[in-house]
């Protein structure tokens, strides 16, 4: 089956396009330049709270307990959480990769039905901000800062708050213009955050017994922990697949739809 991008889709995937190549252009430079890399670090450290923010939202789903959330300059995160039963840790140990994935995906589909990217910034600034106090400050404390330590908590709520400002700001000054670019590099950058962690995530596994999300899941079921970084990489291709085919098919039976990411 041939598919053909809409007309009014165009402006769209231009952008995305650019949009993707200076991301790459920015991560590849990065590793000659190190000041680059700070360009798009807190969209780095955001794309790590929406990491271990999907595995907090994974484990109250299953009915079980966090005990925190830390964020780490190198942006790293870890969430500790008490689970029962295999089938709990499947979810949990699954929700971060394919989490960051699905928010990438989402915000795809809701720039292209034309739905407020205003809404969006507020509601991704509003997700920070429940995790960082909620998980980043109150869980650690009321458990007595049991494995985490005291930086770890202050880098947290340090990052927490700045994005959360950050994105409300985006949100509430900029324009209409600026703050549709801006979720449409947020989502980009998620995409290829997501993607780059699972190839990280390979060698790591594929080459060293490093403690990660794969390695619970081998540890929960006895599955190799290289086929679980091969199964996230497959669910995640099928979302990023669906959220661009959504992103350019013709939105004719939407409401409330703009033209190009960049009209008033």
Not at 209 to 234: K, L
Request: proline content about 2%.
């Amino acid at each position: 089956m041939k598919f053909k991008v809409a007309e009014d889709a165009r402006p769209q995937i231009y952008l995305l396009l650019v949009a993707t190549v200076v991301s790459l252009a920015l991560w590849f430079l990065s590793g000659y330049i190190p000041l680059i890399g700070y360009l798009t670090y807190p969209i780095r450290i955001f794309a790590t709270f929406v990491h271990e923010g999907s595995h907090v939202l994974a484990t109250l789903l299953t009915g079980n307990s966090v005990q925190s959330l830390s964020v780490a300059y190198d942006g790293s995160g870890v969430v500790w959480s008490q689970s029962s039963g295999w089938f709990s840790q499947l979810l949990i140990s699954s929700a971060g990769y394919v989490g960051t994935t699905a928010f990438g995906a989402a915000l795809l589909v809701w720039m292209r039905y034309g739905m407020s990217s205003r809404t969006a910034l507020y509601a991704s600034a509003g997700f920070v901000g429940v995790m960082t106090v909620i998980f980043g400050i109150l869980a650690p404390f009321w458990n007595f800062l049991a494995n985490v330590t005291f930086g770890s908590i202050v880098f947290t709520v340090f990052s927490g708050t700045v994005l959360t400002l950050g994105l409300a700001a985006i949100a509430r000054f900029a324009s209409l213009k600026w703050a549709n670019f801006a979720l449409a590099f947020i989502a980009v950058q998620c995409l290829a955050n997501a993607v780059f962690d699972l190839l990280n995530l390979f060698f790591l596994s594929a080459m060293t017994s490093t403690q990660s999300d794969a390695a619970n899941m081998a540890a929960a079921t006895g599955i190799p922990s290289i086929v679980w970084v091969f199964i996230w990489m497959g669910v995640s291709i099928a979302m990023i697949s669906i959220g661009l085919r959504v992103y350019a098919i013709n939105r004719a039976r939407a409401t409330n739809a703009t033209d190009t990411v960049f009209e008033d």
